[in-house]
């Protein structure tokens, strides 16, 4: 008998239901290639396609921190990454807190880092989780539950010009302030409490003009929902302080990486993207990083036919300098008092 085949997420071609398919997946194996022996950290470990890989390349002598601000779906990763066999552990973290997190592991630097920023597909299709404006749900959008403000309460909270400016710098959207007036106008009347309602108040107070006989342009259907989706992207950026969590990271990086060791990070976002392409390049002036991708990995057109949610994917990788190089660059960088020294073993990296 065919294997049954799990059921599709609807308005996703790839998903199947409570799964995320990992991208770009073979070139970060390329770009980290651990060896058996190496410390792995795998900042975002989401539904786990990137560790599970990543762990099928270790030895026993080779371990795993899975982190996930999100612990929902913890348990589930947990019994996928045991089939592997090899040693790993997961933590309900922020990745911003890797260092403390480490350290308390006894492992204060490690062989290879990846940070797959963003969302996972079983966050953006839980209609209760709020992340979709495909799909009603409260307007929650906190990875961590535990904690936070949530969508709803950053759209009664924050002025008009908060709103509007989150929408133009997280959001890319031009119609933010029109946007950020109607929800100010809505919430004297009754605040958003669902998805469905920002969805609607966006598409009456952003109406979008057809751009017609341009080369690659979405047709109107698709064109229309833009704002929507901008919209709702700025706000899970807001709701998380996913960019401030990026920099606390990126700044953290040349503590935590062995000489010779490797990040790779993968944004969707041109925000993040900028942020990791500068902290790479000045630490590379700096002598922190060895080598730093020159441009960005980008999803094949076959993998972004079979996963759209590759599409505005974009990898970065960064090669952490020798040890005769790091103390002094490091610490410029990250004024910490446990800054670690050149002490460390040397990398398994060949
Ligand atoms: C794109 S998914 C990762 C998918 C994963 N690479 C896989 O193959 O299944 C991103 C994950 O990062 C988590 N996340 C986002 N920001 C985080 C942060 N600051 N610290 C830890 N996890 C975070 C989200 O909860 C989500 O599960």
Not at 41 to 66: E, I, K, N, S
Not at 118 to 127: A, E, H, L, T, Y
Not at 267 to 296: C, M, N, T, W
Request: charged content about 25%; some cysteine; glycine content about 6%.
């Amino acid at each position: 008998m065919p294997p049954r085949r799990r059921p599709r997420v609807p308005g996703s071609r790839s998903t199947p239901a409570g799964e995320h398919v990992p991208i770009l997946l073979d070139e970060i194996l390329s770009v980290l290639a651990p060896l058996e022996s190496a410390i792995v950290v795998d900042c975002t470990v989401g539904f786990g396609g990137h560790a599970q890989r990543l762990l099928q390349q270790l030895g026993p002598r080779g371990q795993l921190f899975g982190f996930d601000l999100d612990g929902t779906y913890l348990e589930t990763v947990q019994r996928r990454l045991a089939a592997v066999g090899t040693p790993f552990r997961l933590v309900q973290t922020n990745f911003a807190a890797i260092v403390p997190v480490l350290a308390e592991a006894g492992v204060p630097q490690v062989d290879a880092i990846l940070a797959d920023l963003g969302m996972s597909s079983m966050q953006v299709d839980d209609p209760q989780r709020g992340f979709s404006s495909r799909r009603d749900g409260p307007l929650d959008m906190r990875m961590d539950r535990s904690r936070g403000r949530t969508a709803a309460e950053v759209l009664r909270d924050l002025s008009r010009d908060e709103l509007a400016q989150a929408f133009r710098e997280w959001g890319d959207e031009p119609q933010a302030e029109r946007i950020a007036q109607a929800i100010v106008q809505q919430r004297r009347v009754r605040p958003l409490q669902r998805t469905s309602e920002l969805t609607q108040l966006i598409l009456r107070a952003a109406p979008v003009q057809e751009v017609q006989n341009h080369p690659g342009a979405l047709p109107f259907r698709r064109q229309k929902w833009l704002p929507v989706t901008r919209v709702f992207q700025a706000l899970r950026i807001l709701v998380n302080r996913e960019l401030a969590n990026l920099q606390a990271l990126l700044r953290c990086l040349p503590q935590v990486l062995k000489p010779g060791g490797r990040v790779a990070i993968l944004s969707f976002h041109s925000g993040e993207d900028r942020l990791v392409k500068a902290a790479f390049r000045e630490g590379f002036h700096q002598g922190i990083y060895q080598r730093i991708a020159e441009e960005p990995i980008r999803p094949t057109e076959a993998e972004k036919l079979a996963n759209p949610r590759s599409r505005s994917a974009k990898l970065r990788w960064a090669v952490r300098a020798d040890a005769t190089k790091t103390t002094t660059t490091a610490a410029a960088i990250v004024p910490s008092p446990g800054t670690p020294g050149t002490e460390s073993k040397a990398s398994p990296f060949s």
